[in-house]
């Protein structure tokens, strides 16, 4: 009799796999807007892909982990809307797990990004090792839209993750499974700081400013050594105006002897005449 159930076993098992396992793709709604955007193939989804009793999904929180299907962990803004049947797969349980390790190094935690690698990305990589298939396209487009434009979003929001298995999505301690890792979201680091030039200086007299504050705590000396200071600026002054009339006198020369020489003297225009 122990022969004969374990035979039996072996072969129902052997049947249901030889039939396979249905993988669906369940979709949630991540915003109200979708009831009007879904009939244009449009909306705000959050996905997760179902098979042997598991559902598999990604968060920038905890990276890959399975939870129990239909129930998002936690209380969450996410509503059921369809499980879509993708097709059947011939694997067993232990080799879809198998898969899900190789994936763990392609989609860490850390790397989770709303609109170029969320969960749906992962829901379309994991479909298409299991079946060689793309799930349906409306379920990302939004996303895909969005990355156009992900320039303009700061890091620290396209981090976030919707749905996570903690139960709330983006916290501020995320651990990712499987590297053992733990990544820290917190605040943004603070630029570093710029180097600055630093000097003595020096002042427009041509000394030092160590001198002229000598000068100036000196008492009666003090005194002297500001007069001296204005004096040499007066004739700096004087200096860089005469020096710029003497560039416009040089350039009012040079216009007039080019004006000048344009013209034709008069003997030149005469000859000229009788030529013709």
Known sequence: NFK????????????????????????????????????FGLGVFHSGVEVHGAEWTFSGGSGIFSMTPKQIPGDQNTVFRESVLLGTTTLSSREVEQIIGEMRDDYPASSYNVLTKNCNCFADDF?????????????????????????????????????????????????????????????????????????????????????????????GGGSSSGGSTDDSLAARRKMLAEAAMLRQQRAAARAQQQKDGAKPSPNTSGQAVRRR
């Not at 949630?28 to 955007?37: A, E, P, R, T």
């Not at 990544?183 to 002042?203: D, E, H, K, N």
């Open 4 to 39: 004969r159930t374990l035979l039996l076993r072996t072969m129902a098992a052997w049947g249901r796999r030889k039939a396979g396992t249905e993988v669906y793709l369940n979709v949630y709604d991540l915003s109200s807007s979708n009831n009007y955007l879904h009939q």
């Open 127 to 219: 479909v298409r090792r299991l079946l060689r298939r793309a799930i349906p396209g409306y379920v990302n487009r939004m996303a895909y839209l969005g990355s156009f434009l992900s320039c303009l979003l700061p890091p620290e929001m396209t981090g976030q993750a919707p749905v996570d298995a903690a139960g709330s999505g983006g916290g501020s301690g995320t651990a990712a499974r499987g590297g053992g890792s733990v990544v820290r979201r917190g605040a943004p680091r603070a630029a570093p700081a710029r180097r600055t030039f630093t000097g003595p200086g020096l002042s427009l007299g041509g000394g030092s400013t160590d001198s002229s504050t000598a000068g100036n705590s000196g008492g």
